[in-house]
C-alpha cells in the first residue's frame, strides 16, 4: 500500500461509520433503556446538577455512574430545545435521535483517540517521529477496522450502553494525555497534560467499573518505554512518583460511588454464582469475543445468565492461557516487543473487571465489553499482516503486487465490515430481530422472552396478544421475572382482570423490597377497584400520573389510575390523570368525559364546556357526556343550556344510574330540588340501596320539606355504608 494513504483512509472510514449506523439513529428504545432513561427521573433536569449526579441505584445502567447520567439528561434537555415530545413512548417521533447521534459521536472520538495512541506506539515501533506516514497508516487501518467492526455495534447502537463508550473515551483521554506529557518540551506543558490525565481518570471513574485499571495501564506504559531499564539512550526520566499517587487516588472516586451497593444486585461474590464458575464462563466468552472479530456471525444482544459448564471452556481455557504467556514474555522484551506486551496486557487489563474472576450475575457475557478491547485483537492482525508484507516487498519484483494485494485487502475488510454493522444496524431499528435471535439461540434464557414481550407492547398499537405467550414463558422460566411480572400485571389491570392482576403485582413487591412507584400506582388501582380504598390511598397518594404511562400499552391504566382517584375523592390527581391521558391519547372521546368530569370537580366548569361540548357533538356522544354538560353549564349559571341538554341526556339514558345521579346534580347546582329528586328517584331505581343515591335523594328532599322520608332514607344510608365502601369502584357509582 503507498504511503501517504492515512489522511482519505479515515476520512472514508468516518463517512462510512456514520453511513453504517445510520439505520439505527431512529431506532426505539431497548430493554435496558426504559429504566436508565425512559423511567430515570434524575435526568430530566440539568439543573441543580447534584439531581443527575446521583442516577438511582438498583443496578441499572446508570447506577453508580453519574457521569453517565448526565450525558443522558444533556440529550434529554437537548430534546426539550427542540420541542421533541418526550412523552414515554419509545416509538415517538425523532425522540431517540439525539441519543443515537450522540453514542456515534462518542464512538467516532474514541477511533480519533485511539489513531493518535496507535500512531505514537507505531512511530515508537518503527524507530520513527510520530508523524511518519508509516506509523499513521498502520494506526489509520486499525482505527478503521475498529470503528467499522460490527461487534462494536451493541456499544453504538443500544443507548444505554453507552457507559461502555465513555469509559473508553476517558480511558483512551487518559492514555493520550500522558503520551502528550512526554512528547511536550516544556516542563509547565508536561505538568498540564499530566494533571488533565489526572482529571480524566477521575471523570472516568463516574462512567463505569472498568476505569479501575486506567492507572495499570499508565504506569505499564510508562515502565516499558520511559523507565531507566527501556528508555531510549539520551531520553531524560522526568515523571515523580506523586503523579502516579495522584492517579491512584482516582480510585477513591470509583470507591465513593459504589461504597453505598449502587450495583450490589447484578455484580459481586454474592451475586449468587461461584468465582470460579464465573471465571471459566469467561474462558468460554473471551474466546468467542475473538471469535466474532474474526467472523462477526451470530452475534447477539443478551447470552443469558447460565454459566458454562463442561468442556465447553476448556478451547477458550488453553488460548487465553497461551495468549498470557505471550503477554507475559513480552513485556520483558524492549521496543516492538514490548508494544505487543502493553496490547496484550491492554487487551486483558480491559476485560479483567468483567471477565474474570469477580461475577456479574446478571449477563455472563456481552458482546460490548470488548469495545475498547477489541482494538488490541486488531492491532495484533495488523501487525501480522504488515510483517508478512514486508517480506513480500522485500522479494524481486514482488514489492509493487504486495502492496497492492495490501490495499484491496484492507478495501475489501472495510466494504464487508461497512456492510455488515450496516445491517446489524437495521435490525436495532426492529428490535424483534434482535430477541428473536436470544430466543433462538438460547430457549431457556427468561430475558429473550421478556425483551421480545418488552419490544411488542411497546409497538404502536401494542401487540398485545402475541406479547402474553413470551411473558408467560418468561415468568415460567423465572418466576422472579420483573419483565414478565409488570408486563402481565399491566395487562390484566388494563383488561380489568384485578384478580389476576394482584398476586403478580405483590410477588414483584416481594422480588423488589425497594419498589417502583409504577408497580405501588398499578396496585393501588387495583386496590381501589376492589373496594380497599384506604390500602389504595397508601400506594397512591405519592403517585406520579406519568410513571405509569411507560406500562400502558392499551392506554387503559392512566384511565384506571384517575378512576381511582376518583373513587377517593382526590380531585386534583384525577383531572391531572386525566389530562395525561387525554394527551398521549387526544382521539379518546371517553377521555373527553373524564376529563371534564374531573375538571367539574376541581371548579374548572367554563373550561369543562368547551371539553365536553366537543365530545357531544361526536358520533360517540353518551348520555353521561351529555349529563356532564348539563352539570358544567348549570354551574357556569347557564340555566338553559343546562335544562335542555338534561332533557337530551335523561331521553337516551335508560339503565345508568350515574347518568341520572350527574342530572340531579345539576339540577340542584340550579335550585331546582323537584327536578332533583326525580332523578335521583330514579338512579336509586336503578341501583337499590346505593348509600350515596339514597344520601343525594335524602338531602334533596329535606330541601322540599319532606323531612320524615329525609329521615327515613339518611337511616337507610347509614346502614348501607359498608355497602357504599365495597361499591366505590370506578364506572360503578356516582363518585366519577
Known amino acids: 500500500m503507498a504511503l501517504r494513504l492515512h489522511r482519505p483512509l479515515l476520512v472514508l472510514s468516518i463517512v462510512a461509520t456514520a453511513l453504517a449506523y445510520a439505520p439505527a439513529v431512529r431506532a426505539p428504545f431497548l430493554f435496558d433503556d426504559e429504566l436508565a432513561i425512559q423511567r430515570n427521573p434524575t435526568i430530566r433536569a440539568l439543573w441543580p446538577l447534584s439531581t443527575a449526579l446521583e442516577p438511582p441505584p438498583g443496578g441499572l445502567a446508570v447506577s453508580g455512574r453519574p457521569v453517565v447520567n448526565v450525558s443522558l439528561a444533556l440529550n434529554y434537555a437537548l430534546n426539550s430545545a427542540l420541542g421533541v415530545d418526550q412523552r414515554p413512548d419509545p416509538l415517538g417521533p425523532n425522540k431517540t435521535i439525539a441519543y443515537h447521534l450522540t453514542n456515534v459521536l462518542i464512538h467516532l472520538l474514541c477511533g480519533a483517540l485511539l489513531f493518535l495512541i496507535l500512531r505514537h506506539g507505531a512511530a515508537l515501533w518503527l524507530g520513527r517521529a510520530a508523524g511518519d506516514d508509516q506509523a499513521a497508516l498502520f494506526a489509520g487501518v486499525v482505527t478503521s477496522i475498529w470503528l467499522l467492526h460490527p461487534v462494536q455495534s451493541e456499544a453504538v447502537n443500544y443507548v444505554s450502553q453507552r457507559t461502555e463508550l465513555l469509559v473508553s473515551f476517558c480511558y483512551l483521554g487518559v492514555l493520550y494525555s500522558w503520551i502528550r506529557g512526554w512528547q511536550s518540551g516544556s516542563v509547565v ?138 503477554t507475559i514474555v513480552s513485556l520483558g522484551k524492549r521496543r516492538a516487543w514490548g508494544w505487543v506486551g ?29 469495545y475498547l478491547a477489541s482494538a488490541a485483537a486488531v492491532a495484533a492482525v495488523v501487525i501480522a499482516a504488515a510483517a508478512l508484507l514486508r517480506t513480500g516487498t522485500n522479494r524481486p519484483l514482488g514489492g509493487r503486487l504486495a502492496r497492492n494485494m495490501a490495499t484491496a485487502a484492507v478495501l475489501v475488510t472495510l466494504a464487508t465490515l461497512f456492510g455488515q454493522t450496516f445491517k446489524r444496524s437495521g435490525e ?55 419483565t414478565a411480572l409488570r408486563g402481565l400485571a399491566g395487562i390484566a389491570v388494563a383488561q380489568h382482570q384485578f384478580a389476576v392482576a394482584r ?25 381501589a377497584s376492589t373496594g380497599e380504598p384506604d390500602k389504595a390511598a397508601s400506594y397512591l397518594k405519592d403517585t406520579d400520573p406519568a410513571v405509569i404511562v411507560e406500562d400502558d400499552p392499551t392506554g387503559e391504566l392512566l384511565v384506571g389510575l384517575g378512576s381511582a382517584y376518583m373513587a ?48 357531544s357533538q361526536s358520533q360517540t356522544a353518551t348520555p353521561m357526556g351529555l349529563a356532564l354538560l348539563s352539570l358544567a353549564h348549570a354551574s357556569v349559571g347557564e340555566t338553559g343550556a343546562a ?94
Open 189 to 326: 506543558r508536561r505538568r498540564l497534560w499530566r494533571l488533565l490525565a489526572v482529571a480524566i481518570c477521575a471523570i472516568g471513574m463516574g462512567t463505569k467499573e472498568v476505569m479501575v485499571t486506567a492507572p495499570i495501564i499508565v504506569l505499564m506504559y510508562d515502565w516499558l518505554f520511559h523507565s531507566a531499564r527501556n528508555r531510549a539512550p539520551g531520553e531524560q526520566v522526568t515523571v515523580t512518583r506523586g503523579w502516579y499517587v495522584l492517579l491512584g487516588l482516582t480510585w477513591l472516586v470509583l470507591l465513593a460511588l459504589n461504597i453505598g451497593g449502587a450495583r450490589a444486585n447484578t455484580a459481586g461474590f454474592g451475586a449468587g454464582i461461584a468465582w470460579y464458575d464465573y471465571l471459566y464462563t469467561q474462558m468460554w466468552a473471551v474466546t468467542h469475543y475473538l471469535y466474532l472479530l474474526v467472523w462477526p456471525a451470530h452475534q447477539r444482544l443478551d447470552y443469558g445468565s447460565h454459566h458454562i459448564d463442561g468442556w465447553r471452556g476448556i478451547p477458550g481455557t488453553v488460548l487465553l492461557v497461551i495468549l498470557g504467556a505471550i
Open 342 to 370: 502493553f496490547m496484550g496486557a491492554w487487551f486483558f487489563l480491559l476485560l479483567a473487571p468483567s471477565s474474570s474472576v469477580i461475577p456479574i450475575a446478571t449477563e455472563i457475557a456481552a458482546e460490548r465489553r470488548v
Open 428 to 482: 436495532y431499528a426492529h428490535p424483534e430481530q434482535l430477541w428473536a435471535e436470544v430466543v433462538d439461540a438460547e430457549p431457556l434464557n427468561p430475558r429473550g422472552y421478556a425483551g421480545m414481550a418488552y419490544t411488542l407492547l411497546h409497538q404502536r398499537p401494542p401487540a398485545i396478544e402475541p406479547a402474553l405467550p413470551f411473558l408467560k414463558t418468561a415468568l415460567s422460566l423465572d418466576s422472579t421475572n420483573l
Open 503 to 527: 398476586p403478580l403485582l405483590e410477588r414483584e413487591m416481594q422480588v423488589d423490597p425497594v419498589g417502583r412507584a409504577d408497580t405501588e400506582a398499578l396496585l393501588g388501582i387495583v386496590l
Open 568 to 615: 377517593l375523592g382526590d380531585w386534583q390527581k384525577a383531572e391531572r390523570t386525566f389530562r395525561i391521558a387525554h394527551e398521549v391519547r387526544p382521539q379518546d372521546a371517553r377521555l373527553d368525559y373524564y376529563l371534564g368530569d374531573a375538571m367539574l370537580r376541581t371548579g374548572q366548569a367554563r373550561e369543562a364546556i368547551a371539553l365536553l361540548e366537543h365530545a
Open 643 to 736: 335544562l335542555s341538554t338534561a332533557g337530551i341526556a335523561a331521553s337516551r339514558n335508560e339503565h345508568d344510574p350515574l347518568v341520572f345521579f350527574t342530572l340531579g346534580r345539576a339540577m340542584m347546582r340550579m335550585h331546582r330540588p323537584d327536578q332533583a329528586e326525580t332523578y335521583f328517584g330514579e338512579a336509586l331505581r336503578l341501583a337499590p340501596g346505593d348509600p350515596e343515591l339514597m344520601t343525594a335523594l335524602a338531602f334533596t328532599k329535606r330541601a322540599l320539606g319532606k323531612a320524615r322520608e329525609a329521615e327515613a332514607l339518611l337511616g337507610a344510608a347509614k346502614g348501607a355504608g359498608q355497602s357504599a365502601s365495597r361499591d366505590a369502584a370506578p364506572g360503578k357509582t356516582p363518585a366519577r
